[in-house]
Nanobody, 120 residues
Framework: QVKLVESGGGLVQPGGSLRLSCEAS????????AAWHRQAPGKERELVAK???????NYVDAVMGRFTISRDNAKNTVYLQMNSLEPDDTAVYYC??????????????WGPGTQVTVSS
């Protein structure tokens, strides 16, 4: 059983920063790709940032230059540093990870989400 848990969300003023963490626990051999998604009220869920096992990253245009995704493979943890936050960044943020539980068996897992609210 693998579990992902996000933390670090909260209320922040426009222009502020937050750092989200996503820790994976359970039967984990390794983690392949990982990503952060978000879903704002009344909108579809969207991919925000993705990181490969080797550390290659890509971002949705709306957060390019403001958000940074990173990972600590030793801790099975993925981070999302969010700077210059805007009200449009308000959403529930979810992490996902492609987790190998054996050498050949892997599944994609989702965390329960953490709320980020950007408001003055």
């Amino acid at each position: 059983q693998v579990k992902l848990v996000e933390s670090g969300g909260g209320l922040v003023q426009p222009g502020g920063s937050l750092r989200l963490s996503c820790e994976a626990s359970g039967t984990i051999l390794s983690i392949n790709d990982a990503a952060w998604h978000r879903q704002a009220p009344g909108k579809e869920r969207e991919l925000v940032a993705k990181i490969t096992k080797d550390g290659n990253t890509n971002y949705v245009d709306a957060v390019m230059g403001r958000f940074t995704i990173s990972r600590d493979n030793a801790k099975n943890t993925v981070y999302l540093q969010m700077n210059s936050l805007e009200p449009d960044d308000t959403a529930v943020y979810y992490c996902t990870a492609d987790v190998f539980i054996t050498r050949i068996t892997h599944y994609n897992y989702w965390g329960p989400g953490t709320q980020v609210t950007v408001s003055s």
